[in-house]
């Protein structure tokens, strides 16, 4: 690994300006020569960056990386007829449990509603912060950071990874490669079998998986995973943010003026140099890059940031990184590439821009000192409470406090029932009417429970259940599996002197008269015209 | 289009030379195993034609080397089906119709194979939801002809009503007593009437009076002194708010002059007897059963 300087080993009035890099941005080459339509992949080898950026996003990492990987191991008693893993998508039982929620099929809104949340708060965090999501939490970033990592460890920073490409088959470059493939597929199978645990209690199918007793659909499942981490991740990498991925187009369509994007501040830049001292002897006015090409080697996607806003550019802002350093060591204030709005660009670039000669003039944003003129713009706070911003955070709030509070305020007895429609009703041999119900019967707690189910409303009616040894009443005590919903046709009988013609309403209710929980139906009963 | 390639002025990235209204193609190049795997889509697609059915001929299209045919796979699904519905389907052969309650796993299959069966081949005379018609018994009320417990309706299933062909069918046939002049008109009038006030119907007083005696010396034998009728005959019980052709006194009066009676065939040999197991499991739990 290259050694990097600190800031204070160097004195800033002697630092002269860094060797410039040997790297020229992978999408350079379509403006410069005759093309052919399709062109091999230009292999990219990030240069190590350190800076709070990297620092965030190594923190991002563990964090997310630690998530996925740890969910699936935490318990959560639920007591003997439900299983205690913490996060579980019980396919098989319809159920999901998420520490103290679980939810049923017909719940599922509440899920429809966290991504509907997902959704507004992505829009939201590009609105104020750009391709966010891009830069520090797509899985495709993660892993493929990851990846580089590994790499990095095996085969060195990017001069020595750069050479052992070029190097011609050796057993050490044999050794590295294979070491740095092997990690990459270590981690893919890693990924790829972290995801099947959120499908089952995680122990039992790491005991079976490992002994060839999961079923196939697991195997499978880690097959397709493994290939598309190693692949994605370990060979396309920044490809898939380019040529395979929606989501960078969408996302910068949602940028305004007053998003915060990686950008580089040409109005204090230009004209660059690698000869500054001399061109500043000369009289030649200069801006305070240095063209040390920094920010090219350590970008991921291998693109120069200094050509603008580009859609390769997944704002990971590793080059803020690398610029900040330079600066520091020749002296300069930080924040030449830096996360800036269109607005503050413009407003500053027009003060920079000579009017006459339209070209960039540093000494029109600076004083004598070095110092900024006080008309230039830097950060402001103001932009991330604007309207825009505003109706989002009023929107995704808004739609948690209404999930937050149907999930407080939810059953967990239910009565649904459907009325039988064919026929309609019978009539028996006393002339009394009779109209069936399949009644459900739901218990969504993880405990049995003997629930009450009796019918109000309508006089003079009994009902009787299939498969209840009961004698016909208006209440049935019927007992129901901890987590289940139980089935009941139910027959609805009313004598012949209470009967009214076509329709009349009552009411099924059922009571855990334990826990006093209940909940009414509103059902119908059906008589002739006469 | 373009002869010569030339540099776009705004981007400074090379055209490919194509030009449609002055709307240029830039040169920004795929990567090129995007090219690849467009190729490899159509060897795909060439493989698969040999593999699957694909290219057409005169009388037919090619088969395929793996030999597969939609025809073929809906028997292969229709296998395992069956395959799956066996172990119960022998269980439901093993178990007397009485026991089938007994079990409630096989009970919910037999339900649910005796609806679809009932789909087919009952709901033409009984009705989709088995509620019958004039002439059709309604399957879900508490009247039954030949008997409503689940032995009695197995046993109308296997051998069916009046159904000459089988021997042991149930056989019920109420003399035509106004076409065979085995009663005056004013007699079965009368009856009809005595008939009405046994089943709690409006009636003329004096009629039904004098109708009583007809009934004790023609009718009692079969359908009871009450009308209270008898299943062992497939003689309807006459006092409840249930008819077969209808209460008024017409239709008694029609139903007593020449009685029209309902044949259903016996489904032993064409269904067999799991499957009129089923069906009776489905009739006897749709609401009636005794």
Known sequence: MEHQPSTQELNPDNASAPAPLDVQPVNAGAKQKAQPLYAAREQIFPKRAEGRFRRLKWIIMLITLGIYYVTPWLRWDRGTHAP???????????????????????????????????????????????????GYTCPQTVWTDLFIAVERFWQGDRNARMRLAKASWSFEKARKLVATHAIFLVISVATGGAWI??????????????TFQAPFVAYSTVAVLTATTYVFGGLMREQ????????????????????????????????????????????????????CNACVAVCPTGIDIRDGQQLECITCALCIDACDDIMTKVGRERGLISYSTLREYNHNMAIAKNPETGAIDPTRVRDAD??????????????????????????????????????????????????????????????????????KLLNMIPEPRVIFLSIEGLPGATMSINDVDQPEGTSFAIPVEPDKLRSLRVFVSQPKQFTTEGRASFHFIAEDKQSFESDTYDAVFEAPEK | MADKNEIDEVSGVETTGHEWDGIKELNNPLPRWWLWTFYATIVWALAYTVFYPAWPGITGATAGILGWSSRG???????????????????????????????????????????????????????????????????????????????????????????????????????????????????????????????????????????????????????????????????????DAIWLYGGTHADIVAQVTSPRQGVMPAWSGRLGETTVKQLAVYVHGLGGGQ
């Open chain 1, 240 to 291: 898939v943010c380019i040529y395979m991925c929606p989501w960078p187009r969408i996302q910068a369509a949602m940028l305004d003026e007053d998003s915060l994007v990686v950008t580089y501040n040409d109005w204090r830049g230009e004209p660059r140099s690698r000869h500054a001292k001399k061109a500043a002897a000369e009289g030649k006015s200069v801006g305070d890059c240095v063209d």
């Open chain 2, 73 to 239: 796979e809906l028997a292969q699904e229709m296998t395992d089906l069956k395959a799956s519905q066996a172990v119960y389907l022998e269980k439901l052969a093993a178990t007397d119709v009485t026991e089938v309650s007994a079990d409630p796993e096989l009970l919910q299959f037999a339900t649910a194979g005796g609806a679809s069966t009932f789909k087919v081949y009952c709901e033409q005379c009984h009705g989709s939801g088995a509620q019958g018609g004039p002439g059709y018994p309604n399957l879900n009320d508490d009247a039954w002809i030949w008997g409503g417990t689940i032995e009695d309706i197995y046993t109308t299933l296997m051998h069916g009503v009046r159904y000459e062909q089988d021997p042991d069918t149930r056989i019920s046939d109420m003399p035509a007593f106004g076409r065979d002049e085995l009663l005056e008109r004013p007699d079965i009038n009368d009856v009809a009437w005595y008939v009405r006030k046994l089943s709690g119907q409006e009636f003329d007083e004096e009629a039904a009076n004098r109708g009583e005696t007809v009934f004790a010396d023609n009718c009692s034998a079969c359908h009871g002194e009450q009308g209270e009728g008898m299943a062992e005959l497939g003689a309807p019980n006459l006092s």
């Open chain 1, 370 to 439: 070095g110092k900024f003129d006080d008309r230039v713009k830097h950060f402001d706070w103001k932009i991330i409470f604007r309207v825009r911003s505003l109706i989002y955070m009023t929107a995704w709030a808004l739609i948690g406090v209404v999930m937050l509070y149907a999930l407080l305020s939810r059953d967990r007895l239910e009565v649904n029932v459907q009325k039988d429609r064919n026929p309609v009703f019978v009539t028996l041999s006393d002339g009394s009417i009779r109209n069936g119900y399949t009644v």
């Open chain 1, 197 to 210: 645990f959120y499908f089952a209690d995680a122990p039992t199918l790491l005991w079976n998986f490992v």
């Open chain 1, 84 to 134: 205690d893993q913490a996060v579980l998508i019980d396919m098989a039982n319809r159920r999901f449990y998420f520490f103290f929620i679980e939810i049923w099929p017909q719940e599922f809104f509440y899920v429809a509603g966290l991504l509907v949340m997902s959704g507004v708060g992505l829009f939201l965090v590009t609105s104020i912060v750009g391709r966010a999501w891009c």
